[in-house]
């Protein structure tokens, strides 16, 4: 009875050490993905920032780029506006000479 006691006794504190050493085994496993998780969250981090950094660029560019073709659309449409003003005045004064020379054909007869 006594040696079937210690047998027991042994194989509790078998078990015992066992559960200790898979307890250390699991404390070690959550630090090595804590550090894992860590490293990848700075690398995601760092690809974000370079991502928004491109993106601000990028936004910068095209709001320059949209500035630009805005001013050179102002300016042709400045300048399609004279060209019309130009040829709606020489219409005017070749309507007006027309007018005055059926005036003065109506006054002769």
């Known amino acids: ?6 047998t027991h006794n042994t194989l509790v504190v078998s078990h015992l050490q ?3 050493h898979h307890e250390y085994e699991h404390g070690e496993a959550i630090e090595g993905t804590k550090a894992e998780g ?19 660029n990028g936004k910068t560019n095209k709001k320059e780029d949209y500035e630009r073709n805005d001013q ?6 400045e300048q399609e506006t004279k060209n019309h003003q130009s040829e709606l005045d020489s219409l005017q004064s070749h309507l ?9 054909v109506y006054e002769e007869k």
């Open 1 to 6: 009875m006594q040696r079937e006691e210690e």
């Open 18 to 20: 066992k559960v200790q």
């Open 96 to 104: 007006e000479l027309k007018k005055m020379g059926l005036i003065e």
């Open 72 to 77: 050179a659309n102002i300016s042709e449409i």
């Open 38 to 56: 860590a490293e990848i969250m700075g690398e995601e981090d760092k690809h974000h920032q370079e991502t928004e950094t491109t993106n601000r």
